[in-house]
């Protein structure tokens, strides 16, 4: 088992989630600490709290993976009184290296919103709000037809060969590579001067280009010749949309109130906020933002949604909502809380592919400031 340092871990998640992908200002990324430390204990939370840094230093933690950024507004002195200052100093103190994967993890393929549309069953899902389209490249490899399978399996732990919802996809052709290695040359296969044929095997794989990278070492790694032969193509084919939002079908169609209670029941919430003025309504088509969306009801009511899911919806905007005709569940912004299992898999995933020696912890504290106070009469 390998050890880990904190860069290489910044590297994965960031082919996962770039940051091209954030909103505006947000500051998200490497926040505080050592690029370069040796991480052997990771703790993935939602939200970094003074109540999470205790528990990361009670656990020996040398990382904390977060989904929102410690640092949103800049210090404006250094006085420990303050508790945000405390939190930063004891982060120091401690030598905890803190990393927070925001907006770009929200809209990035398989991230946040991705992850809310699965808990809440919706079929057919798709971005919306879009913003962006991520390009796709095609890698073109030749290896001995001995290291085919091998290369396949390389490629794939890379996530190479995603298609849709169809994962593990590749094309291969076999053919005759010839080549005279040189006497400068430690060939795998044959003697320096001679002329040699080789069976080979043609894998082609597609990837988005901000994985190029990852999968290119990934592909140099798993190779068995000195030299290897390769093509990165860009390709002019429809490029997959990114969009902060998520839309699909619900699996079972039921009323605007009893869609309410669900997300109650799937979020394991003691309350919610609707707003709708049409509670009985059927619902087919939902939307959902984690976190604070208000801000994009209007691309969910135009890309079709019944009903639509967000967090922190302000009292004027759910007045707008409600002119506009769209019913709004608010089951707060807590949701995103999701990210500590999410993440904790996809982290345990990469360190058995990689063969790194890392303990990820989820986090134990709930930091959701709210509690729900019911009116005994």
């Known amino acids: 088992m390998g050890k880990l340092v904190a860069s290489d871990l910044i590297a994965a998640i ?14 998200t990324g490497f926040q505080i600490g050592r690029r370069d430390k040796s991480i052997e204990r990771v703790l993935v939370t939602l939200d970094v709290r003074p109540e999470t840094v205790q528990e990361a230093i009670e656990q020996n933690v040398d990382f904390i993976f977060a989904h929102h950024p410690v640092m949103f507004r800049p210090a404006r002195n250094l006085d420990l009184s303050d508790p945000q200052n405390k939190m930063y100093a004891d982060l120091l103190t401690h030598d905890i290296t803190v990393y927070a994967a925001h907006t770009n993890l929200d809209k990035t393929n398989g991230g946040m919103n991705d992850w809310l549309a699965e808990a809440l069953q919706l079929n057919d899902v798709q971005p919306f709000n879009i913003t962006d389209y ?7 490899v030749f290896v001995p037809e ?3 399978e091998q290369m396949r399996m390389a490629l794939n732990q890379a996530d190479a060969g995603h ?11 076999t053919g005759i590579g010839r080549f005279q290695p040189t006497d400068a040359a430690n060939p795998y296969i044959g003697q320096s001067g001679d002329l040699e044929a080789v069976t080979e095997v043609k894998i082609e794989v597609v990837l988005p280009v901000a994985m190029q990278t990852k999968v290119v070492q990934a592909m140099l790694a798993a190779h068995p010749y000195e030299e290897p032969v390769y093509d990165v193509i860009p390709l002019a084919n429809q490029q997959q949309p990114i969009g902060i939002g998520r839309i699909g079908q619900v699996a079972q169609s039921m009323t605007v109130r009893d869609y309410a209670q669900f997300v109650c029941e799937t979020f394991d919430l003691t309350g919610l906020r609707l707003i709708s003025n049409e509670p009985d309504k ?3 088509t939902v939307a959902v933002v984690g976190g604070d969306g208000g801000k994009f009801f209007p691309a969910a009511l135009q890309a079709g949604a019944d009903v639509y899911i967000t967090g922190d919806v302000y009292y004027h905007t759910g007045h707008d909502m409600l002119a506009a ?4 569940i608010d089951p707060g912004h807590h949701v995103e809380s999701i ?20 303990t990820f912890i989820k986090s134990q504290q709930k930091t959701d400031p709210f509690t729900f106070i019911f009116n005994a009469e």
């Open 14 to 27: 960031e082919d996962y989630a770039p940051l091209a992908l954030k909103e505006g200002n947000d500051p």
């Open 134 to 140: 991520q390009s796709l490249v095609k890698l073109v």
């Open 146 to 148: 001995s290291h085919a």
């Open 163 to 173: 298609i849709g919802d169809y994962q593990a996809c590749s094309f291969s052709t």
């Open 282 to 284: 059927i619902v087919q």
């Open 325 to 328: 005709g769209l019913s709004v």
């Open 339 to 358: 990210v500590k299992d999410k993440m904790t898999e996809i982290f345990e995933k990469w360190a058995k592919q990689r063969c790194w020696s890392v």
